[in-house]
């Protein structure tokens, strides 16, 4: 197995997928496997200043960073909009990420 949090989840996510679906050590290779994603996904919003949109990012981890903020955010099948109050809506998806000036939000987008 390997070491970063996001190697072990995928060294999990292929146990599992390996093992026939009678066997119960599949669901606990599943389970951890959860689980080291969401660790994964909780130490990259730990940043109250940004947070970067990954295709690997579990889906609610933006949204309750972004309503740390004060904004909503909805996701969609490309990404989120986020919007706060009558502010226009911003779009960000895989590979933005999301700035906190102090006031508000903003979309640094992919090069």
Known sequence: MSGTLFDLAQDYESEAAGLWPWQRDRRAFQETARLFRRMV???????????????TTIIDIPQRWCRQHGYLAVAGSWGYVIQRGDEPPIVAGPGDTLVWDGQRLTVRGVP
């Open 41 to 55: 996904c909780n130490r990259e919003a730990v940043d109250p200043g940004q947070i970067t949109i990954n295709w």
